[in-house]
T-cell receptor
Framework: DAGVIQSPRHEVTEMGQEVTLRCKPI?????LFWYRQTMMRGLELLIY????????DSGMPEDRFSAKMPNASFSTLKIQPSEPRDSAVYFC????????????FGEGSRLTVL | SQQGEEDPQALSIQEGENATMNCSYK?????LQWYRQNSGRGLVHLIL?????REKHSGRLRVTLDTSKKSSSLLITASRAADTASYFC????????FGTGTSLTVIP
């Protein structure tokens, strides 16, 4: 298996622009997580899905952030409009089991908002 | 952080020495996991310890768990330069939360 695949790996955009980050989880994993990592706040859980359904989005910082999972093999995290404080590394991870399974992480998408 | 704290935040040791990192968490858990992150990369799972276990070994890794103190420790024995990375604990209860991480530097 190719592992969790994220794109783009790097994104530089200007404030106010829309940003879309993409994730392909490992086949057969029913859980998908989006995390944000910054030096100041560490790893923050933004949202997670089970069988394509959003279960908990309490970590999504604002209405500017939205996430979708239209099918079992694809998820997007969208920021519209983007702001400089959104600059971070965004990780997608998938798991077979929420409670006992390990998380498999993608390599992350490094976002810089100017 | 949303759940736990690692201690120390940074650790620098000589190759061959042992490295110990601690993790404290806030709520009840199902299990606790340790992950490693090399610079610029995603996190990689190292080891999982269940809430009813007290100690677990995997190669040069030894993990302990004290649920009464809500704490865990990760020991890396005979460290190598390639162990240089950040190490995170993650707790699973209602959520999957990560601690703040310990940055380990192993000097050759």
């Amino acid at each position: 298996d190719a592992g969790v695949i994220q794109s783009p790996r790097h994104e530089v955009t200007e404030m106010g622009q829309e940003v879309t980050l993409r994730c392909k989880p490992i086949s057969g994993h029913d859980y998908l997580f989006w995390y944000r990592q910054t030096m100041m706040r560490g790893l923050e859980l933004l949202i997670y899905f089970n069988n394509n359904v959003p279960i908990d989005d309490s970590g999504m910082p604002e209405d500017r952030f939205s996430a979708k999972m239209p099918n079992a093999s694809f998820s997007t995290l969208k920021i519209q409009p983007s702001e400089p404080r959104d600059s971070a590394v965004y990780f997608c991870a998938s798991s077979r089991d929420r409670n006992t399974g390990e998380l498999f992480f993608g390599e992350g998408s490094r976002l810089t908002v100017l | 952080s949303q759940q736990g704290e690692e201690d120390p935040q940074a650790l620098s040791i000589q190759e061959g020495e042992n490295a110990t990192m601690n993790c404290s968490y806030k709520t009840s858990i199902n299990n606790l996991q340790w992950y490693r992150q090399n610079s610029g990369r995603g996190l990689v799972h190292l080891i999982l310890i269940r809430s009813n276990e007290r100690e677990k070994h995997s190669g040069r890794l030894r993990v302990t768990l004290d649920t009464s103190k809500k704490s865990s420790s990760l020991l890396i024995t005979a460290s190598r330069a390639a162990d240089t990375a950040s190490y995170f604990c993650a707790t699973t209860g209602n959520q999957f939360y990560f601690g703040t991480g310990t940055s380990l530097t192993v000097i050759p």
